[in-house]
């Protein structure tokens, strides 16, 4: 009698486009190579990145076909030649490079952390990318603390309700850019000053900050620029469409970085701790099973949701 290959189900598209071209197709399940782990993958974030990738607005993974997902957090089943790390049957969540609409995916040990005790696998993985998006920005660049003044545009959103928190955790006083029903989620979270950004320039009654987030880019990179003041830095997390060139800070005697967000279970791990003790809280707007990722992202693209979505492959 032979036994029947064990079969993955992926979320793949063959084409770029709107949420209609993502379907789902079933695979041998992947193996672990050395130094990678198999995540029997328990929930999967959808990410404005994944959607872009999808639209071919930004080519995070060349051309299709590919499955999106970077941000899982799910079971080990197997681990690789060499990985000391994990064994089978450990929890963990991180950042990986794509793949992660699935029910199981490989990737490298390396960019795992031990998911924190209380958090559920949904939460953690709304986590990843906001947590290390936030931590690398206001913590590793701006060296944001007490006494910091932070402003982080698009608030409400998956990045920008952690960041609010981290900066909050730092001591820092905190001003959040959103839409006025969001306002009162944020206070919850530790907002000190909330502005409304479908009312008009808001740079007129927000000055002197220390470090800017901006999770939007475009059009409103250019205005956040007038909240800084001297030597500030404008944190830009957009990168596909920054808005402005590092010189329009700099000319004005101010600062410009690039926040990128490489997998990092390390990194993760500095962040774990916080998410444990609920210092930082990771909303999740909507779960929905891995089959309706479509769903999914037609949600992320209408802009209205606060925290994270995420797909679940084993309901």
């Known amino acids: 009698m032979t036994t029947a290959e064990p079969r993955a189900q992926v979320i793949t598209q063959h084409r770029f486009g709107g949420p209609d071209v993502l379907e789902i197709e079933e695979r041998p399940r992947p193996e672990p190579g050395p130094g990678e ?8 974030g959808v990410n404005p990145a994944d959607r872009l990738a999808r639209s071919g607005a930004a080519p995070l993974f060349g051309e299709p076909p590919f499955t999106l997902g970077q941000d899982v957090s ?27 609409h699935a029910t199981h995916v490989t990737a490298p040990a390396g960019h795992f952390a031990a998911k924190p005790a209380g958090l559920d696998h949904a939460h953690a993985a709304a986590a990843p990318t906001a947590a290390l998006t936030a931590w690398h920005a206001l913590i590793d660049i701006a060296r944001v603390g007490p006494g910091s003044r932070v402003l982080v545009r698009a608030a ?3 990045a920008g309700h952690v960041a609010v928190q981290l900066a909050k955790a730092e001591g820092a006083h905190v001003v959040g850019v959103a839409r006025a029903e969001d306002h009162g989620f944020l206070r919850d979270l530790g907002a000190d000053e909330l502005v409304d950004d479908t009312a008009g320039d808001f740079t007129e009654s927000v000055h ?10 475009g059009d409103h990179a250019l205005p956040t620029l007038d909240t800084l003041r001297p030597n500030g ?39 774990a701790p916080l998410l444990a003790d609920r ?14 990722a479509a769903k999914a992202h037609e949600l992320g693209e209408e802009g209205q949701a606060r925290g994270g979505i995420v797909l679940v492959p084993h309901p």
């Open 37 to 44: 782990v198999l995540l029997r993958v328990h929930a999967a």
């Open 208 to 217: 002197d900050i220390d470090a800017a987030l901006d999770l939007v880019g």
């Open 279 to 292: 210092r930082v809280r990771v909303h999740v707007t909507t779960t929905l099973p891995l089959t309706e």
């Open 233 to 271: 830095i404008l944190l830009c997390a957009v990168p596909e469409d920054l808005g402005l060139a590092p010189e329009d800070a700099e000319a004005r005697g101010l600062r410009f970085a690039l926040v990128r967000t490489d997998p990092s279970g390390d990194l993760l791990e500095r962040t």
């Open 156 to 158: 409400a959103g998956g």
């Open 74 to 100: 799910g079971e080990i089943e197997e681990v690789g030649a060499g990985v000391t790390r994990f064994r089978p049957g450990d929890e963990v969540f991180g950042r990986i490079d794509g793949g992660g």
